[in-house]
C-alpha cells in the first residue's frame, strides 16, 4: 500500500522501559500468554508490518518490532517493500540463527517473506509461488460472482520446512483488497478461494509434497464468521480457522480479522495444540502518547513506526 503520512509530531520513548511493558502486558494481561518456546513445539507467527522498508522507522522502532518476532519460531511476514533495508534491520537485531526467504516484488511493489530460527526450522526443497495456469482460471469462481478471476495482484509465496518429526508447507499471502465495494470484494472473494483450492488439489494429490499446508498471512477479512464472503472463500474447500484465545481482531483501527492462520483439520489438527491468539500490542505501548494526545495520533504514530496490523500466532506440535 501507499506509505502512511509521517506523524507531524515527536514522541520520545525508551527501547528498554516499552521492551518491559510488552514483557508484562503478554504475561499478566488476561488471554494474551503466549507459550514459551519449547523443544516439542513450533510458534508460528504472522504480521503485516505495514510498508516495512518504506516508512522511515528508527533503530528503536526495529527494536521493539524485533522484541515481538523474536518470541516466536518463526514468523510470515507481509508488506516488505522492494527495498529491503526494514527486513534486514529487523533480522540483524534477531540471534545470528535466525534466517531470512523473500519472494520477489509484485503488487505496490510488495515482497513476502519468513523469518525462522534454523536451530529448530529447516527449509526444505519446495519454495514458489502460487500461480494459477491460464487455463485453470476458469475453475476459479464462486456463487454469485459473474466476473472472471484476473489473477493474483501478488503471487502468494510458499515454502516447505520441517520443524523436529513436522513437515509443513506455509502459503504466506497478502491478498488484494481495493476498497469496500463490491467489485473489490468479489476479486478478493476470488483470489481467497484461488488460494483454498489451490491448498485442497495439493494436499489431495498423490505427488504432494507434504499434506500438511498451512495458509497464513493478510487475507483482507473483514469479519472471521460464517456470512462473509472472504470467509465463506476461504473455507470452502475445508480450510478451518482455529478460535483465537483474544477473541479480538487484527486491524489495530478497526478489529476486523483481516489476518488468519488456516489448515486442513484432517492433515494437520493433530499437530495444532489448540493454542492460538492475536497480541495486541497496542494495548501496551506508548500509553502516554494515547493519553496527551489522544486516539487519532496515537493510532498515527503507532501504523507508521510500528504497525496498523497486530501479530497472529498458532502453536503446533513437532
Request: avoid cysteine.
Amino acid at each position: 500500500m501507499p506509505p502512511f503520512d509521517k506523524p507531524p509530531f515527536t514522541y520520545n520513548y525508551r527501547v528498554s522501559s516499552q521492551i518491559r511493558i510488552l514483557r508484562t502486558y503478554r504475561q499478566n494481561k488476561p488471554r494474551r500468554a503466549i507459550p514459551s518456546k519449547a523443544a516439542d513445539r513450533l510458534l508460528l507467527a504472522t504480521w503485516n508490518i505495514a510498508n516495512l522498508g518504506l516508512q522511515e522507522r528508527r533503530d528503536k522502532d526495529y527494536r521493539l518490532i524485533t522484541e515481538l518476532v523474536s518470541w516466536f519460531d518463526m514468523a510470515a511476514i507481509q508488506e516488505v517493500n522492494d527495498d529491503l533495508r526494514g527486513i534486514r534491520a529487523i533480522q540483524q537485531h534477531l540471534p545470528p540463527a535466525f534466517r531470512l526467504l523473500f519472494s520477489d516484488y509484485a503488487g505496490n511493489k510488495e515482497r513476502l517473506a519468513f523469518l525462522y530460527d534454523s536451530r529448530k526450522v529447516t527449509v526444505l526443497e519446495k519454495v514458489g509461488e502460487i500461480a494459477v495456469p491460464p487455463s485453470d482460471k476458469r475453475y476459479i469462481k464462486l456463487p454469485g460472482i459473474q466476473r472472471k478471476f484476473p489473477g493474483f495482484d501478488r503471487n502468494p509465496y510458499l515454502a516447505a520446512f520441517r520443524a523436529g518429526s513436522f513437515t509443513f508447507l506455509l502459503v504466506n499471502v497478502h491478498l488484494y483488497f481495493g476498497s469496500d465495494s463490491a467489485i473489490s470484494m468479489n476479486r478478493r472473494s476470488l483470489e481467497t478461494y484461488a488460494v483454498a483450492r489451490w491448498a485442497d488439489l495439493r494436499r489431495k494429490s498423490k505427488n504432494a509434497y507434504t499434506r500438511d499446508i498451512i495458509a497464513l498471512g493478510d487475507f483482507n477479512l473483514p469479519n472471521a464468521e460464517p456470512g462473509d464472503p472472504i470467509y465463506e472463500a476461504l473455507t470452502r474447500r475445508g480450510l478451518h480457522l482455529p478460535d483465537h484465545s483474544t477473541g479480538i481482531g487484527s486491524a489495530i483501527a478497526t478489529d476486523n480479522h483481516y489476518d488468519q492462520i488456516a489448515f486442513f483439520p484432517g492433515e494437520t489438527q493433530n499437530e495444532f495444540t489448540g493454542r492460538s491468539g492475536v497480541f495486541d500490542f497496542d494495548g501496551a505501548l506508548f500509553r502516554t502518547l494515547w493519553q496527551t494526545r489522544g486516539r487519532k495520533d496515537f493510532l498515527a504514530y503507532m501504523r507508521y513506526y510500528i504497525s496498523d496490523h497486530r501479530i497472529l500466532w498458532t502453536e503446533f506440535r513437532i
